[in-house]
């Protein structure tokens, strides 16, 4: 036996928990800076909450493509 | 005891689980079929009940029509596109509650999956999104001028070996593909979510360890909790997809660069 560990189940589960990590820190990043300029900035909250939700998702639809991917590249 | 029946739960659970058989035995008529019918019933009946006899003191119905109608066209149509932007309200608003409606019935009991949570009907609507927005730059800037406005940036010419290639991939392909798998995606992972949760209940409360067994109440918990979750996520799916739409409207709207 020359191998050291081996796993059982799912590969592509741990892909995709490796393909979360961006898009979880950027989606942290973009819901951060909304807070932060809203509490800068109370009035413009209504005029930033658009991009908030357009850069939410665009970041969001990578992780998306990591759930589609380990479906798809069985 | 009906824990020795709920062993045989599919657990982990996989993409053929949420596939429900044909019902009545016909080919084409399945849960998500049957469940998207039930959805323009109900979005075609509400509105047409609820405008049928519109007062200027509204009823409760009429306000509520009126205020789903008026957030989309202020909030999304005026907002994003601009005073242009106003006709094509209405094809907003209707996606925008049809996708609402269709969400939330992944959370409705013994309906409990959104059709949505399908490729097909996405990608159905995406296709609507991607042929009218395809058709609005045609018909603004000329064939020839909508395919110049959609790849081209003014940037120096060497960057433009880089920047054309992503820019045609990002406009004729990557837009309509994340438009439809962001609605699938999401709806197809939080009724995943939802079982998961749920089997896992039973799976614990079949384990060997008698002291595995309470842990099953937290799974369900989780589960109830996790359904809460999928509310808000339902309403913002529809909300950024229809804000999408928008998005893509504008740029292709826009006077050039």
Partial sequence: ?74 | MSGLVLAETPFPPSVEDIFPPHLFGVEWLTKFSLFLWLAVALVLIYFLVSYRDPKIVPTKKQWLAESIYGFVREGVAKDVIGHEGLRFAPYLASLFVFILVGNIFSIIPFIQVSPMAHIAFPAGLAICTYVLYLFQGIKKHGFAGYIKHAVYLPAPWYMQFLLIPIEFLQAFILQPVTLALRLFANMFAGHMLLLVFTLGGFALLNAESFFLKPISLVSWAMTIGLTFFELLIAALQAYVFTLLTANYLAGVLADEH
Wanted: proline residues 3%.
């Fill in chain 1, 1 to 74: 036996m020359d191998h050291l560990a081996a796993v059982n189940g799912s590969l592509s589960a741990i892909g995709y928990g490796l393909a979360a990590i961006g898009p979880g820190i950027g989606v942290g990043i973009i819901f951060a800076s909304y807070i932060q300029s809203t509490a800068r900035q109370p009035e413009s909250a209504g005029l930033t909450r658009t991009y908030m939700f357009l850069g939410f998702a665009v970041v969001e639809a990578l992780a998306l493509l990591g759930i589609a991917f380990g479906f798809v590249f069985k």
